[in-house]
């Protein structure tokens, strides 16, 4: 299995402000995604963070808005930019080691937008 | 990306077994059906998934039909802690996961 280090794990922030999630994995992963899950609602999926090359997000989502990061095979980070309470949510991070194997999920980043 | 059909909630007793249903009628040849699912409070976890034949572990099995149109996750004697919420996925190799609605297991002590 994988080891998955979300941070933080809950935020309560003021509107206009960013914050910034951290995804940190104990062991090399080829695919490493993001996802949104609003109050009572499924995942959806925001992007496809790319080691070494621009994420690639889903309709919906720019990154303007919510900027990705993944500077190596174990790291990764999610910003939501200029907060409003719509972007109250939680944020999983989830990676897979091999070709269409089981997917991994960090314990997510419940954010609250005041 | 192919869909998937499940029931919005099914409920069982406890000790019972759970036959979750799943259609996917549009499912291409390279989609591997994959089960997820999401205790309360707690992110998706990993059940079982398969190709074309039937697969069991430890926590499930999977029957999947011979036209692979639809299949079923299993829960072989159902406990309080298996309530959560069922995602039946279709994931065509290394490609995205997409969720859908997701079925809601209600278990009856």
């Known amino acids: 299995s994988a080891v998955i280090s979300q941070k933080p794990s809950r935020d309560i922030c003021q509107r206009g402000t960013s914050l910034t999630i951290q995804c940190q994995v104990d062991?090399?992963?080829?695919?490493m995604f993001w996802y949104r899950q609003q109050p009572g609602q499924s995942l959806t999926l925001i992007a496809t963070?790319?080691?070494?090359?621009?994420?690639?997000?889903e309709s919906g989502f720019v990154i303007d808005k919510f900027p990705i990061s993944r500077p190596n095979l174990t790291f990764s980070t999610l910003t939501v930019s200029n907060m409003s309470p719509e972007d109250s949510s939680i944020y999983l991070c989830?990676?897979?080691?091999?070709?269409?194997?089981?997917?991994?999920f960090g314990s997510g980043t419940q954010l609250s937008v005041l | 990306d192919a869909k998937t059909t499940q029931p919005n909630s099914m409920e069982s007793n406890e000790e019972e077994p759970v036959h979750l249903p799943c259609n996917h009628s549009t499912i291409s040849g390279t989609d591997y059906i994959h089960w997820y699912r999401q205790l309360p409070s707690q992110g998706p976890e990993y059940v079982i998934h398969g190709l074309t034949s039937n697969v069991n572990n430890r926590m499930a099995s999977l029957a999947i039909a011979e036209d692979r149109k639809s299949s079923t996750l299993i829960l072989h004697r159902a406990t309080l802690r298996d309530a959560a919420v069922y995602y039946c996925?279709?994931?065509?190799?290394?490609?995205?996961?997409?969720f859908g609605k997701g079925t809601r297991l209600h278990i009856l002590p």
């Open positions: 062991s090399q992963v080829t695919m």
């Open positions: 989830s990676v897979d080691r091999l070709t269409n194997e089981k997917l991994f």
């Open positions: 963070a790319n080691q070494g090359s621009e994420a690639t997000y």
């Open positions: 996925i279709l994931r065509d190799r290394d490609d995205k996961i997409i």
